[in-house]
């Protein structure tokens, strides 16, 4: 895996993993469960406050990572509970994520899995950025942790986050194994121990990485469709150029899925553009019906968008005529709108701030 920085992060770093390099260095790796517990569990993150842990196991362990999590720069609350935070990184670089509070007490988290994007999807304001580079794994926990921290400093020591989407900026797969080393911390049962029916990776359709999943932790799979023809496709994701609907399919086909699991197929539903009667024929004909589920996002307008958001009405007719034709449905409900923090929002709007804040705290980037 390529190095992001010389001292990459403690945060990135799976058990096993950790465990073979304190063998390798001479250290016990039943210590390896010890620190998991004080950083994941206890939410520990000075390796001074580790009273269990020898003197000489911490020097070596911070010459050779870095325990510096993420910052908040700024966050966001919406009326609706969600919450948008900023997050920076090592080198001055931010990165979006957003909280979404659900039923039963919920909080999703949707994180960020590079700064900007490099597939150009047209509905995006993240696509119009370009990618400036890949997260590190440790950052990638570290959006987790530093969300973590400030809600229990800024909210209440209660507030817990229960779920994960790669769904903010960057396209996940783009970088594999980054984002299955920090899977591995996510999903790791002595750390922070999510379950795997509680993340949820989306992807653009890169195909060869898709082809690669059977080597990637067992998680829920969401794939950003949008339309059932290869032209409207082509048109809002360039992506599909390279990999068409026929490709993407019979990757799809592969990906290994336990009993009772779905691929779920997101749909942003645009006015006049891919809500037609012929779209939904064309869906019904395109998904394996009793492994696809597929979630509408009604298009969300923002400031210099060309696209439009549909009626109600004519969201529900869509829905409905899915599910005649045997294909699960759900809509999902928009979060965040008042801060730009829904999907396909993110970015730009708080652009100044960022640069302000890149400018004061980072003048020379490590
Ligand atoms: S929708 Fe996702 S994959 Fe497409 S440009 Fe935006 S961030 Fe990248």
Redesign the pocket.
């Known amino acids: 895996m390529k190095a992001i920085f010389d001292q990459p992060s403690f945060y990135g770093i799976p058990l096993d993993t950790l465990k073979e390099i304190l063998k390798e260095n001479g250290h016990k790796p039943f210590n390896a469960d010890q620190i998991y517990s004080w950083v994941y569990e206890k939410l520990v993150f000075d390796v001074d406050g580790w009273t269990n842990i020898s003197k000489d196991l911490k020097s070596f362990l911070t010459s050779k990572f870095s325990f510096e999590l993420p910052k908040v720069v700024w966050n966001g609350h919406s009326k609706d509970g969600t919450r948008k935070f900023l997050v920076g990184m090592r080198d001055s670089k931010t990165v979006e994520t957003v909280m979404i509070p659900a039923k039963n007490n919920r909080k999703t988290l949707c994180i960020s899995s590079q700064v900007g994007?490099?597939?150009?999807?047209t509905?995006?304001?993240?696509?119009t950025m370009g990618l400036t580079r890949h997260l590190e794994a440790g950052e990638i926990v570290g959006q987790f942790l530093a969300v973590t921290k400030w809600l229990k400093e800024n909210v209440s020591d209660e507030e817990r986050l229960s779920n994960i989407v790669y769904?903010g900026?960057?396209?996940p797969l783009h970088n594999f194994e980054h984002v299955k080393n920090a899977t591995k911390v996510f999903l790791e049962p002595k750390g922070l121990g999510l379950g795997q029916r509680r993340v949820t990776l989306?992807t653009?359709g890169l195909v060869p990485q898709i082809e690669k999943l059977d080597d990637f932790p067992p998680i829920n799979i969401a794939i950003?469709l949008h339309a059932a023809h290869n032209k409207i496709r082509s048109e809002l994701?360039p992506i599909n150029k390279a990999y068409d609907l026929t490709r993407l399919l019979d990757a799809i086909k592969k990906i290994p899925l336990k009993a009772h699991r779905y691929i779920t197929y997101e749909y942003l539903l645009i006015e006049k553009y891919n809500d037609r009667a012929e779209d939904i024929e064309a869906l019904i004909d395109l998904l394996p019906k009793k492994v696809s589920k597929v979630n509408l996002i009604p298009f969300n307008e923002y400031p210099e968008s060309s696209f439009k958001r549909p009626s109600v009405t004519r969201i529900n007719w869509f829905k409905d005529q899915l599910e005649k034709g045997g294909i699960t449905c759900t809509i999902r409900t928009t979060k965040g709108a008042d801060i730009l923090a829904a999907c396909?929002q993110l970015k730009s709007e708080m652009d100044k701030k960022l640069n302000l804040w890149e400018e004061e705290n980072f003048t020379s980037p490590t």
């Open positions: 994007c490099a597939i150009g999807c509905f995006c304001h993240t696509g769904m900026q960057g396209e989306s653009s950003s994701m396909g």
